[in-house]
């Protein structure tokens, strides 16, 4: 079993719709857990993290995350087809200078 | 401020070749990552460097991979002899304290 399982999609939606990205984690010493966006022949770039338990917004970007049941969300608001993209969730024990763990990436295309 | 830098962007080489990518981190950036993506696949770390130390080389197959940060700056991962199995995008990062940057990668294509 990964430690980070994630739905690799793909997933279309049309544009300014909510789109939902979700994985699950089983190591529980994981503390920090991040979103990155990753375009077409491109590095990953971080999005959001977040600490333990709890949600975290950054405009048109909610990250959740519930630790009783190890489970990441990634919500999108007003989808824009400039967000078609692979998106990554990760989980750390710490954030800074540690491993992270990658769940497989969810391809998402916004329709215009 | 320029980003991680990695050459090449490409590489196609034959089974049983040798090869070498190159990364330059942001600078500053004390720590140097090296991660593997596979078609499909979210990055999984190759070695990790504190300067000039590997501190976490753990998943790196050492019968072929090497890696170097000599003078704790730029780096250089090697395989040889490659493998059909080696294709795939060789990502590198750095990081100060917290945010990892990723570079854009080599796609290494193994004939």
């Known amino acids: 079993q990964k430690e980070v399982e994630q739905d690799p999609g793909p997933l279309s939606v049309p544009e300014g719709a909510i789109v939902s990205l979700n994985c699950t984690y089983s190591n529980s010493a994981f503390q920090y857990f991040m979103w990155y966006r990753q375009y077409s022949r491109k590095g990953p770039e971080l999005l959001m993290y977040t600490y333990s338990s709890g949600n975290k917004e950054d405009g048109r970007f909610t990250a959740q995350v519930d630790k009783s049941s190890k489970y990441i969300s990634l919500f999108i608001r007003d989808s824009q087809p400039s967000d078609s993209a692979t998106y990554l969730c990760?989980?750390?024990?710490?954030?800074?200078?540690?491993?992270?763990?990658f769940g497989t990436g969810t391809r998402l295309t916004i329709i215009p | 401020e320029a980003g991680v830098v990695q050459s090449p962007r490409y590489k196609i080489i034959e089974k049983k070749q040798p090869v070498a990518f190159w990364c330059n981190p942001i600078s500053g950036h004390n720590t140097l990552y090296w991660y593997l993506q596979n078609l499909g696949q979210g990055p999984e770390l190759l070695i990790r460097?504190?300067?000039?130390?590997?501190?976490?080389d753990s998943q790196l197959p050492k019968d072929r991979f090497s890696a170097e940060r000599l003078k704790g700056v730029d780096s250089t991962l090697k395989i040889q002899p490659a493998e059909l199995g080696d294709s795939a995008v060789y990502l590198c990062?750095?990081?100060?304290?917290?945010?990892?940057?990723f570079g854009p990668g080599t796609r290494l294509t193994v004939l």
């Open positions: 990760a989980g750390a024990p710490n954030f800074g200078n540690e491993k992270l763990t």
């Open positions: 990062a750095s990081s100060t304290t917290n945010e990892q940057f």
């Open positions: 460097y504190e300067n000039e130390e590997a501190v976490d």
